[in-house]
Each structure stands twice: as C-alpha cells, then as structure tokens.
C-alpha cells in the first residue's frame, strides 16, 4: 500500500453509490480553511485522545496518505489506529431519516473512537469521505482531541486519477463536478495540496501542518487484554461470519452475499473484521486484535440493528474456533453461523498472484498489492499452510471448497447453506461444480 499511486484509491462504497446515487445535495457549506495553512489547534498538548480526520473528495489520496501516516507513526513505536469510514457504513437500504448514513457512520466513529482509546491506543488516523466531515465534531468522538486535514487536487488532476483507477464514468463525472464548485467544501482545519506531490510527501506535510501530529498522549495502557465487551444484547437476526485463509475468497464471496441479501429485499449490513482493528504495535494482550474486533462488532450491529438491519454478512480472519466463539459471544441474540472457505495450494497461488497485480479497488493497508514475486510466493506457502490447519482444526458450521468456482458460484452455496449448515454436502456440491475463481 505504501508504493500505491494515488490514481489507484479506492472504496467498497464508491461501488454501493454508484447503485444507490444520493438523492439532491445534503453537503453542508462551511468555511474552510486555506490551502497550505497550519491548522489552528496545532499546538495543543492537553494530553487528550488525538484523532486525525482526513477527508477530500474521490481520488484526493485519503486511503493512500492515510495508510503512509498510520504505517510511519506505528514503525517509531506509538500506538496508533486506523479506521477508513468507508467500512462504517454498509448498510442498505439506508433509513429515511438519514439517506447519506452519515449519522449512522457518526455513531460507529463514535464506538470506534471509545475502542481504540481503551485498548491502550495512542492516536487514530480515520479516513473519511467529504460529506459526512460536515457532521463531525469534538462531541461527536467524546472527548477526543479532533483535527481535520483536508486534501485538494484540481479538478483535471482528479479526472486523471479517477480514470486511471476505473471509476464509473457517471460517478466520476459527478465527483469532479463537486471539486469544481469553490463553495462547496467541508469544515477542516488545514488543508493540503496533493497534486504533483507523493504519498510520502503529502504525509509529511500533513503532519508538519498539524503540529508534527500526533501529540504526545499517555494512554490506558494498563488495559492489558484490551477493552472490556458489552454485547449487542436484544439485537437479534441472521449473522453469516465467512472466514479462511488468504486467497479463500472471503471478501469477494462475502460481499457477493450480502449483494443478494439486498436483491431479496432484505435491509442487512456488511463488515470485514480485517478493517475493524487495526492497531500496530498490538497491545500484548490481544496481539490479533480479536477483542478490539469483537468489541467494535457488537457496537456497529447494536447501531445497525437498531436502523432496521436484521441481516449481517461479515468477512474476516479467524485462527481458531474460540476466536469465532468470542465473535458469536458478541452478538448473543443473533443466530451465528460460521463459514469456512476452503482452496487448494495451487489455486491460493494463482490467487494471490493476481491479487499482487491488481491495482483495482484496493483496500487500505492491502499487504499483496504491489509485493514481489518473491513475497507473492512466500505469501502464498504461507496461506496454503493456514488453510491446512484450518482443515485440521474442523473450524465452522460449515466448509466450502472453492477451487475453480467463480464468486457467483461460491456465493450459491454460501446461500444454500447459511440457514441449514451441512458440511459433508457443501463439500460435494463444491467439488461438482466448476467455473473461474473466487478471488481473495
């Protein structure tokens, strides 16, 4: 991610939009500050929970510049997060009362602000779209010490990086628009020029511009197994938590999945846990970020649930069956089912390879993206010995086999069996059936 251009930025829910185009301009206009300014709280050392908010529109560089701060803040010892809003908030079809889900992502920084805090973080870098910033505020995260970084590029430069990372020609034309109207702008507290510049030196100058962010903070470190859970108690349905090795096709399938949910008219809601805890260094007593996890999982399905979701698609790395134990632990009333992926050593190969390749889409923090041949392969010895323990384990309800299955017919047997979970058929209709691949 670190070498990613920033042409290639991208989101899961520039592709849900691209569906579900928001409806006339809620964007409020607020005053922003000047391009090349050192925001005005830059100076602040109150030893408060610092929390960097960076925003701009689509091909900005936010995931990107976002992901180099978060990657250089952690290599020098402190403790930091990072949260991309964009795995916030998918959840559809949006209430009526709020169709951005703006209050609905508000709610989730919220939680996941608290989270990160008690499980001994020092600072949080969250990457957030331009529309939702303008209900962001001090009160909104609870205490924290807020600053917001804003990043330009102008109007051609955008056009460029949208085309070059496949953005849909309408939504593309749309986002430009959007940059090219001088008064339309979130609040910010600095703002930074991206264009002509590399990720490394945007990050740098957003740090040098927010006070050689973050500050000095002393944080709840004597939470040594992270923060305390508090189920979602009450919030009953359906929850599908597909997990296995690198390559299986968790993500690919599990999104897949909740696509349909939504095609049958069910109202449901997707996470990838993977998205949901990353922290670096890990705190000692959850060096997988498990209870982090877990303990932001129970908080978005009580805010999901409680908007009307009663269907919950997840996808994630699960070691071992207590992990997926404590997963279940947080959503008590709902009924859990466990879905392990399954693939062969020379298809995660061929997999992985191509996932190297692929500058589509990416998600922040994709450790294949770009790598090596070398990496790739080692990547991929790696994920087949996984997927072996795994098999060895017997973790999940059930186990899907997905070489040579395409994700249309991965997500078919998914589907079949997510109410009646039979392992033994799974795989023997798995093995019948054939096709392209499932992705990673």
């Known amino acids: 991610m670190r070498c990613m251009l920033f042409g290639h930025e991208g989101s899961i829910t520039s592709l849900i939009d691209a569906v579900n185009h928001r409806a006339g301009d809620r964007i409020v206009k607020r005053p922003l500050a000047p391009p090349e300014t050192v925001c005005h ?87 957030g779209e331009l529309g939702i910033s303008t209900a962001i505020s001090a009160d909104t995260v609870h205490g924290a010490s807020l600053t917001v970084c804003r990043l330009q590029a102008s109007p051609g430069e955008l056009r460029r990086r949208l085309t070059v990372r496949g953005a849909p020609a309408n939504l593309a034309a749309a986002w430009v628009r959007e940059a090219e109207e001088p008064d339309r702008s979130s609040l910010a507290d600095t703002c930074v020029d991206t264009e002509g510049r590399t990720i490394s030196d945007v990050a740098r100058l957003v740090r ?32 599908l938590l597909l ?12 999104f897949e999945v909740f696509r349909r949910q939504l095609r049958a008219r069910h109202t449901a809601a997707y996470l990838d846990l993977g998205q949901l805890g990353l922290l670096s260094p890990p705190p000692a007593g959850d060096p997988g970020g498990h209870r982090l996890r877990a303990r932001n999982l129970a908080d978005f399905w009580r805010a999901y649930h409680k908007a009307g979701a009663r269907r919950l698609v997840m996808s994630g790395p699960v070691p071992d069956a207590h992990t997926a134990a404590s997963y279940a632990a947080a959503l008590p009333a709902a009924d859990v089912t466990v879905c392990r992926l399954h693939a062969g050593r020379a298809e995660l190969a061929r997999r992985i390879a ?17 790598r090596s041949d070398t990496y790739l392969r080692q990547a991929a010895e790696a994920a087949a010995t996984t997927a072996e323990a795994l098999d060895r384990s017997s973790l999940g309800d059930v186990r899907i086999d997905t070489d040579g299955l395409s994700v249309a017919e991965a997500a078919d047997l998914v589907g079949r069996c997510w109410r009646a979970p039979l392992s033994s058929t799974v795989r023997r209709r798995s093995q019948q059936a054939r096709g392209g691949g499932s992705g990673g």
């Open 41 to 127: 709280n830059a100076g602040v050392r109150d030893n408060v929970f610092p929390v960097l908010w960076i925003n701009g529109q689509p091909g900005s560089g936010k995931s990107a510049v976002g992901w180099a701060l978060y990657d250089e803040i952690a290599r020098s010892g402190t403790r930091v997060g990072f949260v991309d809003i964009d795995q916030l908030g998918i959840f559809l079809p949006a209430p009526l009362d709020d169709p951005e889900r703006y209050r609905l992502k508000v709610s989730n920084v919220s939680s996941t602000v608290e989270n990160f805090r008690a499980s001994g973080c020092d600072a949080l870098i969250v990457s």
């Open 208 to 239: 040098e511009r927010c006070g050689d962010w973050p500050p000095p903070y002393t944080s709840a470190r004597t939470a040594a197994t992270g923060p305390a859970l508090s189920p979602a108690a009450g919030a009953d349905g359906e929850v």
């Open 243 to 254: 997990c296995g090795a690198t390559g299986a096709g968790k993500s690919s399938v599990g």
């Open 354 to 370: 191509l996932r190297g390749r692929s500058f589509d889409w990416p998600e922040p923090g994709d450790p294949l993206i770009g």
